[in-house]
């Protein structure tokens, strides 16, 4: 469920914007983060845990508990809950340790 209306600031959704997840093609409105987007396409598991192969997925929604992890535009780990959703990006799931990058990498 989104809201298309905030029913006390009277904020509008923004328009509607695509991305990819795990190469399928998902509809989001502009402004939600990745982890809110995934959620309201009913997408619950971002990844699995390197060590129990547990589900991983939001959990504080906060950024704090880095539970919600997902490689984004080829960027291993970041996390999805306080990254705002861009058109046209690619989302893939976490299911292993992040590659070893260089100190001056990005």
Same mark, same amino acid.
């Given at each position: 469920?989104?809201?298309? *209306?905030?029913?006390? /600031?009277?904020?509008? $959704?923004g328009k509607e914007i695509q991305f990819l997840f795990n190469g399928e093609l998902? &509809?989001? *409105?502009?402004?939600? /983060?990745?982890?809110? $987007?995934?959620?309201?396409?009913?997408?619950?598991?971002f990844g699995k845990s390197? &060590?129990?192969?547990?589900?991983r997925g939001l959990?504080? $929604?906060?950024?704090r508990c880095t539970n919600c992890f997902v490689t984004i535009n080829g960027l291993e780990h970041s996390i999805s809950c306080t990254t705002v959703l861009e058109d046209g990006m690619k989302v893939e799931s976490n299911n292993a340790d992040p590659t070893r990058r260089e100190p001056n990498e990005n």
């Open positions: 469920m989104q809201l298309e *209306k905030h029913p006390i /600031t009277g904020r509008k $959704a998902l &509809k989001a *409105k502009e402004g939600q /983060t990745v982890a809110a $987007a995934l959620m309201a396409n009913g997408i619950k598991e390197r &060590k129990l192969l547990q589900s959990y504080c $929604a906060t950024g």
